[in-house]
Each structure stands twice: as structure tokens, then as C-alpha cells.
Nanobody
Framework: EVQLVESGGGLVQAGGSLRLSCAASGFTFDNYNIGWFPQAPGKEREGVSCIRISDESTYYPDSVKGRFTISRDNAKNTVYLQMNSLKPEDTAVYYC???????????????????WGQGTQVTVSS
């Protein structure tokens, strides 16, 4: 059974940092795309940091470039999201997703991701 378990969320002041973890089990993610997709109330889920495990290609929208970094530890089947210089608009539930296609062109597309974790809340106060 494929499982994704997120951790590391919390409350932080603007300008602060958080590191999220996504532990995968039930599959080996060597050929997957793994991504982080925050969802704020009333908004759609959007990709903010995604990685193609096979060649470490990454996707970041302009809104997070220079602030967020995605990385992976294949031995632990875990993907991390380091978030620095956090802003109040980063507040959301952050979901980890897995896309078995591993297709580079779908890195940032939530509709292509088949598996999701339960999410972890990130709240940035001003």
C-alpha cells in the first residue's frame, strides 16, 4: 500500500524557516515525481516544489524561487522541503504527492499526482 506521511509543519513568524518531511512507504520512489502542494482555504492545490527522483530535476514557481529547496534521501525514501524567509501568504496545508509517471513535463501539475499524504499545517504569522 502506497503511503505518504508528512511532518514538520507548525507556526512560525514571518521571515522564519521550517523543514517539512515526506516519508514514503509501500513503493520505491526512484522513478517517481514527488512534490509539495500547499492548499489554502478556498484555493486550489498548487505545486511549489517538485522533484523528479531519477535525475533530480526540479520545479519551483517564481513565488518561492530562492526561498524553498526540495531534496531527497533515497535510502530513507524521504523527500524534504526546506522553507526559508517564510511569508504570511505561504500559510496553507502542505500536501506531499507522488506521480508514478516520473514525467518531467508534469512535475508541477497536481492533477498528474496519484498519491497524497494527509497534509501538514504551516502557519506564518505577520
Amino acid at each position: 500500500e502506497v503511503q505518504l506521511v508528512e511532518s514538520g509543519g507548525g507556526l512560525v513568524q514571518a521571515g522564519g524557516s521550517l523543514r517539512l518531511s515526506c516519508a514514503a512507504s509501500g513503493f520505491t520512489f526512484d522513478n517517481y515525481n514527488i512534490g509539495w502542494f500547499p492548499q489554502a482555504p478556498g484555493k486550489e492545490r498548487e505545486g511549489v516544489s517538485c522533484i523528479r527522483i531519477s535525475d533530480e530535476s526540479t520545479y519551483y514557481p517564481d513565488s518561492v524561487k530562492g526561498r524553498f529547496t526540495i531534496s531527497r534521501d533515497n535510502a530513507k525514501n524521504t523527500v524534504y522541503l526546506q522553507m526559508n524567509s517564510l511569508k504570511p501568504e505561504d500559510t496553507a496545508v502542505y500536501y506531499c504527492g507522488a506521480d508514478p509517471s516520473g514525467n518531467y513535463y508534469y512535475l508541477g501539475c497536481p492533477h498528474n499526482y496519484d498519491y497524497w499524504g494527509q497534509g501538514t499545517q504551516v502557519t506564518v504569522s505577520s
